[in-house]
C-alpha cells in the first residue's frame, strides 16, 4: 500500500478509540512513529508506553492520574508540604464559588491532561466563557480523547482549584519531570519559558545537559539553565514516588527552592513524541523493563 494511502488509513484508524486495546496500540504507535509495532518484543520508548497502556492496569493507577485522590498519596508518603494549597474541588461548574477565589488561581480537570486555566487576575475573568469550557472539559474521558490512556479511563471528572504559583525570578514556573523506572530516576526532562517562549531539555541527575531532547517540536535548551537548589530533594522524593513502578514520570515545580509536587503520568506526550537523535529512543527503552505477565492472564493488575 502506498505511503499517503497508509497514513490517511492510519488517521482513520487512530480516531477509533472503541478498538480493542491491542489493535488500537499499533495503529496509534505507527500513525505518529511510522513504525510498525511489536507488543510481542517492544524495544523503544514509546513502543514500551502503548504496551503499558495494554497490559498494565493495577487500579492504583487511575488514583495516581487524579490531581485531586493523589495528594493522599503524596501527604501519606512524602508528606503534606509537598502539596500545593487548594481552595476547593468541585463536581459542577455551579459549585465553584468564583466570588470567593482570590484574584489568583489555577483552575484544572482531576481526570485528563492538559485542561487547565491559569487566572493571574480575576477581575479580568469572563466567567461565563470560562463556566462554558469547564463544562465541555466534564464531557471529556481521557482514554477516548487520546490514545486509550487507560489509567484515566474511570476517574472521576472534577475541577481542583489550585493556588497560584510564581518564583520571584521568574514569569512562569520550570517544568522538572523525572523519568523513573522500576524507582530509579535517569534523567530530567526540564521545560522552562512556557508562556513567552518554550523549551525543552534533558539532564543528568547532576543537572548537566544531556545530548538529547524530547520532541523536534520544542525549541531546545541550548545552554545551561541555573541548578535548583533543591534538586537533590526532588530526586529523593521521585525514588520514592516511583518505587514498585515499572515506569512513571514524576513532575515537581520548585518555587523559590521549595519543592512542589506537580502530577505523576505514565504515558508522555501519549507516546506521539519521539527523543531524538534516533537512537535515544532505544536507549531510553532500555531502561524501561517491563512486567512478565503470567500464564493466562491478560492483563497485569498487580501493583
Not at 520508548?45 to 485531586?68: G, H, M, Q, S
Not at 503520568?265 to 535515544?280: H, L, N, Q
Request: with cysteine; net charge positive.
Amino acid at each position: 500500500m502506498p505511503n499517503k494511502i497508509r497514513r490517511s488509513l492510519l488517521r482513520q484508524l487512530r480516531k477509533m478509540r472503541f478498538l480493542p486495546s491491542k489493535l488500537y496500540a499499533q495503529y496509534h504507535y505507527e500513525y505518529f512513529s511510522g513504525k510498525k509495532l511489536n507488543l510481542e518484543n517492544p524495544r523503544e520508548f514509546n513502543a514500551k508506553i502503548e504496551w503499558y497502556k495494554v497490559f498494565y492496569r493495577p487500579k492504583i493507577l487511575n488514583t495516581l492520574v487524579d490531581k485531586y485522590e493523589v495528594r493522599s498519596i503524596i501527604e501519606n508518603t512524602i508528606g503534606k508540604k509537598y502539596l500545593n494549597e487548594i481552595y476547593g474541588v468541585y463536581d459542577t461548574v455551579e459549585d465553584i464559588p468564583f466570588k470567593d477565589l482570590p484574584n489568583k488561581f489555577v483552575i484544572k480537570a482531576t481526570h485528563s491532561s492538559g485542561h487547565n486555566i491559569i487566572v493571574k487576575d480575576k477581575t479580568q475573568l469572563d466567567i461565563k466563557k470560562t463556566s462554558k469550557k469547564l463544562k465541555k472539559w466534564l464531557k471529556v474521558n481521557q482514554y477516548y480523547r487520546m490514545g486509550q490512556e487507560w489509567a484515566y479511563k474511570d476517574v472521576k471528572p472534577r475541577y481542583i482549584i489550585e493556588k497560584f504559583l510564581k518564583e520571584d525570578d521568574k514569569n512562569t514556573l520550570v517544568d522538572y519531570k523525572f523519568y523513573c523506572f522500576n524507582g530509579e530516576p535517569k534523567f530530567i526532562d526540564v521545560h522552562i519559558d512556557r508562556e513567552e517562549d518554550h523549551k525543552q531539555g534533558c539532564f543528568d541527575l547532576d543537572f548537566n545537559l544531556l545530548p538529547f531532547g524530547k520532541s523536534k517540536t520544542y525549541k531546545t535548551i541550548s545552554a545551561g539553565i541555573a541548578k535548583p537548589t533543591n534538586l537533590k530533594e526532588m530526586v529523593e522524593l521521585s525514588v520514592i514516588l516511583s518505587k514498585n513502578l515499572p515506569f512513571v514520570r514524576v513532575d515537581f515545580y520548585s518555587v523559590n527552592g521549595k519543592t512542589i509536587f506537580g502530577e505523576m503520568t505514565f504515558y508522555p506526550s501519549d507516546a506521539r513524541k519521539e527523543f531524538y537523535p534516533d537512537e535515544y529512543n532505544t536507549i531510553i527503552g532500555d531502561y524501561f523493563e517491563l512486567p512478565k505477565l503470567e500464564k493466562g492472564q491478560n492483563v497485569i493488575t498487580k501493583f
